[in-house]
């Protein structure tokens, strides 16, 4: 058999090969004994029909073809054995002549990825501040969660909290209903949809009303979007708020209780400082991977793309509750190749990110030990408190665990690039690689 081998962009591999007269004439052989003892031929007992008879009962050509069907996936599986081609998918086959046979395999082989000079890396962290302003406004928050609602007999008013009797239908059909609805009357807030807020301020209680909402067409919330909404509402409550001073006295009722109003101005600013510290750092970890493979030249076979497709469809599917992609479609007003071709720019990204992150992780020799494991579930159980126990069920499964081992050989591996990029002292990927040892390791594969 002769072989000669191809690799051409997107991970693939197409093979020409060969194959001699003789392993045909054996597979010819073959399939005629394999039709010969399911074929029926007039005045021949099955299995005893003569090849000739065979071929002339069933036309040369279907004991042909039954023939290539057999030697086809023999010649092909020996052929990248002895490449030694890593297919990761089934092969497109064409014949390309039948004496001799010549046959082209075009077939996905394992991705490949070339890092680059990723320990060259630097990414700069951007500064966290903490204004007087977003204090002040964390403060304001609380003097209206810590607010006296007083009733009052008058139209509503900003500020003002309202209870009341909501419907709301487009076209005849009710999109909402709720009786004793609490809204909460601010400036700029949308409830419900732009302009209600407003609306209700013309309400006086006790005396139902009707008014019409025309809803801008690129509004969030698809089914009210570019609808005209009639809404009914009756106003069975109004109450005003009334704000606490702000002095000591109202910081010594917040939360556990402060001696004093700047000791809970510095409480909340270093809430907002951790708060914003964490935000950063996570924007700086994307930042890292980013750069990373952006730098990075990868390539993978198109299947990958159409599977990865697949399952960010599913999940878009599932997290929406529209049960079917016809539902789903006229949620989101696209078709199914718009829906695709977005899903496929984030499969693409998805995979990149994952292939990259796995060979960084085979160059550092980082890897994840059952021990690893261990440790986490058990810090996830700690932090469950009463349902500890049930968090040590989910993860006890060999599934479980190894979905759980993939996470932390992520989070390691990020880690690793995030203290090369911010220039920390790293050992080299062969000194950090031995650093592993004989330890058990969890693939990322």
Known sequence: MKVSTERIPESQ?????????????????????????????????????????????????????????????????????????????????????????????????????????????????????????????????????????????????????????????????????????????????????????????????????????????????????????????????????????????FAAVVGEGFPSLEALRQRLESDLRESAEQEADGRYREKVVDGVVAAASVEFPPVLTERETEQLLRERLSSSGAGDIEHYLRQVRKSEEELRQELRLQAVERIQGSLVLGQVAAVEGISVSEEDIDAEIERLAASSGARADEVRRVFGSAGSREALGRSLLTRKTVERLVAIASGEEVPPPAEAAEEVGKSEVVSKE
């Open 13 to 249: 591999v197409v093979l020409e090969i060969e194959v001699e007269p003789e392993h045909l004439e054996r597979s010819l052989e073959r399939a005629y004994r394999q039709l010969a003892q399911k074929t029926e031929v007039p005045g021949f007992r099955k299995g005893k029909t003569p090849r000739h008879m065979l071929e002339r009962y069933l036309g040369r050509d279907a004991v042909r073809q039954e023939a290539l069907r057999l030697v086809i996936p023999e010649a092909y599986n020996q052929a990248i054995e002895e490449e030694s081609i890593d297919a990761v998918d089934y092969p497109d086959i064409e014949v390309v002549q039948e004496e001799p046979l010549i046959f082209k395999a075009t077939v996905a082989v394992r991705p490949s990825v070339d890092l680059g000079d990723y320990r060259e890396l630097r990414v700069e962290r951007e500064p966290v501040t903490v204004s007087e302003e977003q204090v002040n406004e964390k403060i304001e928050e609380l003097r209206h969660r810590y607010a006296i609602l007083e009733p009052v007999d008058r139209l509503p008013q900003m500020g003002d909290r309202v209870w009341a009797d909501v419907r709301v239908s487009v076209d005849g059909r009710s999109v909402f209903s709720e009786d004793d609805a609490e809204v909460h009357l601010h400036q700029g807030v949308t409830i419900l949809m732009p302009g209600f807020v407003e609306e209700l301020l013309g309400n006086e209680k006790g005396v139902e009303r009707q008014f019409s909402i025309d809803v801008p067409p690129d509004y969030p919330q698809r089914l009210l979007a570019g609808k005209t909404c009639l809404c009914t509402v009756l106003v069975k409550e109004i109450k005003e708020e009334r704000l606490p001073e702000l002095d000591d006295t």
